[in-house]
């Protein structure tokens, strides 16, 4: 079965600083994956994702991700944070099984940013 | 362009009680996904609906059912309200069903169970 592992719920970071948030997953088969990012009681919103071809994802709000299959690792990074990235974020990966393509979803990785 | 929309933004219901959460898809949608996200967790997938039918059912017991309406709105009910079953509902529509299609979150409901 498929699943996503979030490393640390709670990451703490200085405004300018580099974010990290760690992500791997599991799959049997190519991955679809994706970061999501959550405000406070908002819903989710899209920030990038890997489907095929370029293992270097950009997304919005200046934060990229890298595919790495033989670490099974989806990491989120941004060079320099603002105060506005403190949010919630979610990495995911589509399930393959049946037709449907819900999305699997780790448990989070809250960010503080402090200036 | 209407993005995804939900109805109510909170609620508080009773142990026992039976609930209704409402979501209008974007425009255009024929596919709207239900997740329950609890406290400190990720979202959960419920179930999805396409073209008025179920099309898939996550590890969700038969007291949490839906509708999909020929608008493609679609509606998650849940019977016999437990407390467990607080949590933030979100809905999302895309395009067609299929790991290709990008799907689009609404706010969210959130269900306190008291």
């Known amino acids: 079965a498929q699943s996503v592992t979030q490393l640390g719920s709670h990451v703490s970071v200085s405004e300018g600083a580099l974010v990290l948030l760690r992500c791997n997953y599991s799959?049997?088969?190519?991955?679809?994956l994706f970061w999501y990012v959550q405000y406070p009681n908002q819903g989710l919103q899209l920030l990038l994702k890997?489907?095929?071809?370029?293992?270097l994802v950009k997304g919005i709000n200046g934060f990229e991700a890298e595919f790495k299959k033989s670490e099974t690792s989806f990491h989120l990074t941004k060079p320099s944070a603002h105060m506005s990235d403190a949010a919630e974020y979610f990495c995911?990966?589509?399930?393959?099984?049946?037709?449907?393509?819900?999305?699997?979803f780790g448990k989070g990785t809250k960010l503080s940013v402090k200036p | 362009e209407t993005g995804v929309t939900q109805s109510p933004t909170h609620l508080i219901k009773t142990r026992g009680q039976q609930v209704t959460l409402r979501c209008s898809s974007q425009?255009?949608?024929?596919?709207v996904s239900w997740y329950q996200q609890a406290l400190g967790q990720g979202p959960q997938f419920i179930f999805q609906?396409?073209?008025?039918?179920?099309?898939g059912r996550g590890n969700f017991p038969p007291r949490f059912s839906g509708l999909q309406f020929p608008n493609y709105s679609s509606e998650l009910n849940v019977n016999a309200l437990e407390l467990d079953d607080s949590a933030l509902y979100l809905c999302?529509?895309?395009?067609?069903?299929?790991?290709?299609?990008?799907?689009?979150f609404g706010p969210g409901t959130r269900l306190t169970v008291t």
């Open positions: 995911a990966v589509s399930d393959y099984r049946g037709s449907q393509g819900n999305l699997i």
């Open positions: 799959s049997s088969v190519p991955p679809y």
């Open positions: 609906y396409y073209r008025e039918e179920e099309n």
């Open positions: 890997y489907t095929t071809g370029a293992t």
């Open positions: 425009s255009g949608h024929n596919t």
């Open positions: 999302a529509s895309s395009l067609e069903p299929g790991m290709t299609y990008e799907q689009y």
